[in-house]
């Protein structure tokens, strides 16, 4: 499903520092969404939009921002960068909510 | 309570065995509910949506269960490659969030 794609892949950065991971889908897909991964904590929503320029947050929003100007790009902000905020990060996007979602490869990021 | 609850695990399973995982879920107006596969961290597959009548797809089983506000997944004669993260998933919060368990790891043992 090459049709979601996520950047980068692995990033690095230091405490305080403002990171945007970049997210684009091109199905034109209504739906998309961010979660992260962390050990013991499943996947856990951060930010969701259910269309361009509707976005909503989710479970754990602080310290994030998203805009979603266009229908396909969904990019993620971490103002300021804090350890707590190292993880994995899953973008997906879906056309309808009783349907797949699909996700992009994940970036991984580490704050030190 | 958290939205949607999955017992962590580990389930350690011999091959052949028949295990089933039971996900809780907290908002009786959910319409929508997915069980999902991942390994190793990567992204999540989906295994197989779960319809209100219940639904088979091979040695899968997934139910629905509106009264109780649970969903299951049952695996029959589990293989080696069956051994994996399973999250189920629920739309919550109005209908247009997709929520995720924690995720239930499945180990299958010779």
């Known amino acids: 499903d090459a049709g979601i794609t996520q950047s980068p892949r692995y990033k690095i950065t230091e405490t305080g520092r403002q990171v945007t991971l970049m997210c684009h889908q091109t199905?034109?897909?209504?739906?998309m969404f961010w979660y992260r991964q962390d050990l013991g904590h499943g996947l856990r929503l951060i930010y969701y939009?259910?269309?361009?320029?509707?976005?909503d947050k989710g479970e754990v929003p602080d310290g994030y921002v998203v805009s979603r100007s266009k229908t396909e790009n969904f990019p993620l902000t971490l103002e300021s960068a804090t350890r707590s905020q190292t993880s994995v990060y899953f973008c997906?996007?879906?056309?309808?909510?009783?349907?797949?979602?699909?996700f992009g490869s994940g970036t991984q990021l580490s704050v030190l | 309570r958290k939205e949607v609850e999955q017992d962590p695990g580990p389930f350690n399973v011999p091959e052949g065995a028949t295990v089933a995982f039971n996900c809780t879920y907290s908002?009786?107006?959910?319409?929508?509910f997915f069980w999902y596969r991942q390994d190793c961290r990567k992204e999540p597959k989906l295994l197989m949506s779960?319809?209100?009548s219940g639904n088979e797809d091979g040695r899968f089983t997934a139910q629905l269960n509106r009264a109780s506000q649970y969903i299951s997944l049952l695996i029959r004669d589990s293989k080696l490659s069956d051994s994996a993260t399973y999250l189920c998933?629920?739309?919550?919060?109005?209908?247009?969030?997709?929520?995720f368990g924690t995720g239930t790891q499945l180990k299958v043992e010779l």
């Open positions: 997906a996007s879906t056309a309808h909510l009783n349907e797949k979602l699909f």
């Open positions: 199905w034109s897909h209504s739906y």
């Open positions: 939009s259910a269309a361009a320029d509707i976005t």
């Open positions: 908002n009786s107006a959910s319409q929508s």
């Open positions: 779960v319809y209100s």
């Open positions: 998933v629920v739309n919550t919060g109005g209908g247009n969030k997709l929520t």
